[in-house]
């Protein structure tokens, strides 16, 4: 299953004059991985660019592609805690929509979202990224890919050095 999935990572801000060409970039590539057999497709859930991919991933599984799978690897119950009432909504109204819902951890911490971050890469044999930082938590987990031998697409239109 992991040569056949995709793992998404990215920032909770996008720029609204790049939202477009970040989503356009990341559709291609999404099309692309598909049309290579690829099947299954993990999100992390947090807001921004993981939850615009969860959107953008039901939508074409229910419009084009009926067999792709989204998994939805989360850090802790209640990570949402802290988001807004229109964020929270979101969230919970995509939740049933995911085929399979993963917790990687108990109980909250830091450690929690990085914990979930390499499960996604462990479990994914390419990953597609919005980065256009050498820090936090997104630049973490392509440098935790490069390290595995997991390639990298960053869609941000910016090259990340790992």
């Not at 990572?9 to 559709?27: C, F, S, W, Y």
């Not at 939850?51 to 599984?61: K, S, W």
């Not at 009926?66 to 807004?84: A, E, H, K, N």
Request: glycine share 8%; proline share 4%.
């Amino acid at each position: 299953m992991r040569e056949r999935t995709c793992c998404f990572t990215g920032h909770r801000n996008i720029p609204v004059d790049q939202l477009q060409m970040v989503m356009a970039n990341t559709e291609t590539k999404v099309r692309e991985l598909i049309s290579q057999g690829y099947r299954y497709f993990g999100v992390g859930g947090a807001v921004g660019y993981d939850t615009i991919v969860a959107e953008m991933l039901f939508r074409l599984r229910e419009r084009e592609y009926p067999w792709i799978r989204i998994i939805l690897v989360y850090p802790f119950d209640g990570f949402t805690g802290r988001w807004s009432d229109s964020q929270q909504t979101t969230y919970a109204r995509l939740l049933p929509m995911y085929d399979k819902r993963v917790c990687v951890c108990k109980s909250p911490s830091r450690e929690a979202y990085l914990t979930r971050d390499r499960h996604l890469v462990d479990c994914s044999s390419v990953c597609v990224a919005y980065c256009t930082r050498q820090t936090g938590g997104t630049a973490y987990t392509i440098r935790y890919a490069a390290a595995r031998g997991v390639p990298v697409f960053n869609v941000g239109g910016i090259l990340h050095r790992t």
